[in-house]
């Protein structure tokens, strides 16, 4: 299994560029979330998802938008890039199992200019 | 609100020796886990805790929970210079917030011959 696939894994964008990070997860999972980690801050929550359909806004949500078409995919959108938005992006997805961990994908590098 | 602190933020280790992390939460939860990340990769789950008293370990890692008072520890034993990375805690939700988790800021590890 792929488990969960984040693409690209690096990107640049000019202040003010819009994106589409990608999130697909082949283990059926219906949890799924969007994480940001920026140095000394650990990592922080995005946007949620508990199944299709249904979102759900994290911590840090402003700026960006999610939307769950399908169990599979979870993708994240910059509407308008800022400098404040270079991070590292994670996506997770759960199988709402009481003892299982959250699986992370590789992570997308993004640098806005 | 919910937040989570880790102590130490940075950890230099001889080989041989032991060490504990800390990880301190300000309000009661179902669920603990501890990560592991290597520079520029994933994360990796290590454990989950789920109940007070819980302990689990694995090779020269172990992690503990009183949930009385909201503290986890992860304790180093003989430490090896493979186990250099940062770990990180987070706690969830709790009840069925699957994948809704809040992260410390990361224990950076780095262990020396």
């Known amino acids: 299994n792929a488990g969960v696939t984040q693409t690209p894994k690096f990107q640049v964008l000019k202040t003010g560029q819009s994106m589409t990070l990608q999130c697909a997860q082949d283990?059926?999972?219906?949890?799924m979330s969007w994480y940001r980690q920026d140095p000394g801050m650990g990592l922080r929550l995005i946007h949620y998802s508990v199944g299709a359909g249904i979102t759900d806004q994290g911590e840090v949500p402003n700026g960006y938008n999610v939307s769950r078409s399908t169990t599979e995919d979870f993708p994240l959108r910059l509407l308008s890039a800022a400098p404040s938005q270079t991070s590292v992006y994670f996506c997770?997805?759960?199988?709402?199992?009481?003892?299982?961990?959250?699986?992370f994908g590789n992570g997308t590098r993004l640098t806005v200019t | 609100e919910l937040k989570v602190e880790q102590n130490p933020l940075f950890l230099s280790m001889q080989e041989g020796k032991n060490y504990t992390i800390y990880c301190n939460y300000s309000t009661t939860s179902d669920r603990l886990y501890w990560y592991r990340q290597d520079p520029g990769k994933s994360l990796e789950s290590l454990f989950v805790l789920l109940s007070n008293g819980a302990v689990k370990q694995e090779g020269r890692l172990m992690a503990s929970l009183d949930t009385k008072a909201r503290l986890s520890t992860l304790h180093i034993t003989a430490a090896v210079h493979d186990l250099s990375a940062t770990y990180f805690c987070?706690?969830?939700?709790?009840?069925?917030?699957?994948?809704?988790?809040?992260f410390g800021q990361g224990t950076i590890l780095t262990v020396h011959p």
């Open positions: 997770a997805s759960s199988p709402g199992i009481y003892n299982s961990p959250l699986h």
């Open positions: 283990m059926n999972h219906e949890y």
């Open positions: 987070a706690l969830e939700d709790g009840g069925t917030s699957y994948g809704k988790l809040t």
